[in-house]
């Protein structure tokens, strides 16, 4: 059998956690003597090619097109960890919320007077920006005609900037990555609020594809269960406890958003 000696790994998630993503994959590299070359993906992963061609060996990726994709490819992609945050808000399990933001300045006091206002999202198959609060809408018999404009923003980011710049009137942001935006940026606290907090959904795991064999995965899912020191360090400055196993089943809730 040839020795398998690089992988190709992609991130579909928010940027503002690249740095983790590539420590993840640097120690993984360590512990299997490969090289790992990391990239940040451009495409929805149920439109990258390199996807659906089988050529991504590790991916971090949201758990709704987790979902949607295995619908599509049942066999290829398999869970290995997803993180557990310090934060309390998280109760010491691999989940996070969508958080709600509004200007602070705005005269917004409550989720009822986002009625009629502007709401941008990061792209349509986002769980925690989109999907998740259209559910919510639904769920807490909110009118479909709610908002007054919606704005695709291409990313959580880019989101929170608009409502900081008054170009949308509010936006549903991944809470874990709102807050490390608000510890790379802290600035960012004084302008922005948060007025309704959607969840617990399951948290974006690392997957792998099954064509890297049974053995191999499974070296891959213990070495993150058991972090090494510099690995460690990285995690707290990134607010990760640790990492657990996760399952595909776990995500498939998330077809409640649908």
Partial sequence: MTKITKLQAVSYLAPNYFGLYQEITAYLGRVL???IALHQSKYDPLKDTLLFKDQIDLAFICGLPLIRYSQIAPNQL??????????????????????????T?????????????TFCYNDSGSNSGYHLLWQWLSQEKYSPNFWGKSLES??????????????????AIDSVVLEQELRDFPELSHHLR??????????????????????????????????DAQLQEIMKQFSVKRFDAVKLEDYLVLNQCQ
């Fill in 33 to 35: 003597q490969v090289e």
């Fill in 78 to 103: 398999q869970t290995l960890v997803a993180p557990v945050m310090q934060s309390s808000r998280y109760g010491d399990c691999p989940v996070y919320y969508a958080d709600v933001i509004v200007k």
């Fill in 154 to 171: 291409g990313s959580h980011q880019r989101s929170i900037r608009w409502v900081v710049e008054g170009l949308a009137d509010c936006a």
């Fill in 105 to 117: 300045d705005s005269n917004i006091q409550k989720f009822a007077d986002l009625s009629g206002k």
């Fill in 194 to 227: 948060v007025v309704q907090i959607i969840g617990p959904s399951p948290m974006p795991p690392l997957v792998t594809a099954r064509h890297l064999g049974i053995s191999l995965i499974q070296q891959m899912q213990l070495a993150l269960l058991q972090p």
